[in-house]
Each structure stands twice: as C-alpha cells, then as structure tokens.
C-alpha cells in the first residue's frame, strides 16, 4: 500500500444535497491506492450518493473530489474521458444492456474508448469472461439467461474491461445467497491481489466487511464520523457503531471469519 500522504481518492468538505435535503455535509474521506475499503451506513446516509458523486454521475453542492492527484471539477472533457478509463463502476445487479450479451457488454467500454477490431474485443471480452470465474459460453448469453450472481460476475467483468486502477463496487453481494456471496467476496480480494486494484465498496454485508476489507468508513450525521479497521468499528462507542458491530449478524460475521 502507498503513503497516505498520496491517497488516491480525497474527499475534502463534500456537500451533496437534493433540493431541500441536504444528504452529506463537509464529508472528508481518503482512500489510499491498493485497499478495499468498505463505505457502511444506515438508509438514507448517502453510501450511493458518495460512489456516484466521486464518479462524477452526481455534481455536488460544494466541496473538493480528488482522483489520481487531479481535481473532477477542474477537467476539460479529454481530460475527463482520460480519467474514467482509469476506472471502473459494477452497480447494482450488474446493470447490464438487456439487449447485449455478456460479451457485447464487456465491449462496451472498448468500443468507447479504443478503436480496436472486432476479433481482438471478441478476445478481450472472453479474457474477462473468464477472469470473472465464468464458464465461455456465458459470453453468447443476455442477462436475462444468467442467475443473480452469475449477472454481478458479468458486471464486473464490463468493469474491468478497461484494466482500471480503482473499481467502485455498489452493494456487489446484495441479493445473493451466503454461498455465492462468499464466492464473490474471495473473487474481489483475489482480483484485487492479482491486479493492484484499490477497491471503494459500498456495502451493508457484514460478512463482506470482515472477510475482505481493509479498512471501513462510516457514513452517518451527514458525514463519514469514523474510519478504521474492524478492530476499530469494535472499540468505538457511537450509537449506531455499536449497534451494527455489536449485533447479532456481526457477532455471526465474526464466528464465520474465525472458522
């Protein structure tokens, strides 16, 4: 892992609001190259709203986004274009085209942003079919055709399709079953290993939190109000800290982690 002098993501007084709703105010947050980080939080504390604002799908009200050292804000549109090649994004469920195969998915990006033949995004998209744990046919199958976990799979393979340096994943295991979950958390940290990624994830899986990430930010008040190791989380006494590191399913987390 790198200096923290240098984070990779800088969040300095970050202010998101909707109209009258005001969801982060003076929000700080660094992440630093080559962690998972785990974004957690109660409903409505803004963990999507955070991942879409750094990615720049939310402008903010005020407040200074960093990525790579360079401002969001400042960048002319080539600049820009230059920055999002550099990561990617698995939303929720996948968030694939429907009328797409997997394969036509992943090409997405490629077709995008480089100007390549058809025969080498035909082999690129089977290289990251495959990184993803998915069997090849699946490159010749729509989203419709994949079950839930298989469809995450794919989705992130599209977010990879581009060798990015940071991977914004929004609540990857939501929906899937303990099994799968599991799987993909060991898939996350393996690629993250194998590749140098530096992973932002937002999450509430518990398990997740414990098996992979290296450190976790909590959202509440409006604001990230703590960020740390698990060990940490455990030896905080907020309300809400407590109530979720100290609970039932965490306890749970916690036995499966030591097994």
């Not at 035909?122 to 990251?128: F, G, R, T």
Request: aromatic share 6%.
């Amino acid at each position: 892992m790198s200096s923290k002098s240098e984070p990779i993501i800088r969040v300095r007084g970050l202010v998101n609001r909707f109209g009258a709703q005001i969801v982060h105010e003076n929000l700080d947050l660094d992440v630093e190259r080559g962690e998972v980080i785990g974004i957690v939080g109660g409903s409505g504390t803004g963990k999507s709203v955070l991942l879409r604002t750094i990615v720049g799908l939310n402008r903010q009200a005020a407040g200074i986004i960093e990525v790579f050292g360079a401002r969001t804000d400042q960048l002319d549109s080539d600049q820009r274009l230059a920055m999002e090649q550099r990561w990617g994004v698995l939303f929720q469920d996948g968030a694939l085209f429907s009328s797409m195969t997997v394969a036509e998915n992943i090409q997405v990006p490629l077709r995008e942003h480089y100007g390549l033949p058809t025969h080498l995004l035909e082999e690129i998209a089977a290289l990251k079919v495959a990184m993803v744990g998915l069997p090849s046919d699946a490159c010749r199958k729509y989203p419709s055709e994949l079950s839930g976990g298989m469809r995450k799979r794919a989705g992130l393979a599209r977010a990879l399709a581009l060798d990015p340096e940071i991977v914004f994943l929004d609540e990857p295991t939501a929906g899937l079953d303990p099994i799968g979950a599991s799987a993909f958390d060991e898939l996350i940290r393996s690629l993250q290993k194998s590749l140098g990624l530096t992973v932002f994830m937002v999450t509430h899986d518990l398990d997740s939190l414990v098996a992979i990430c290296d450190r976790i930010a909590v959202l509440a008040e409006k604001r990230v109000i703590l960020t740390g190791t698990y060990e940490d989380m455990l030896a905080h006494d907020h309300p809400w800290v407590r109530e979720y590191f100290h609970g039932p399913r965490a306890r749970a987390a916690l036995k499966t982690a030591a097994e």
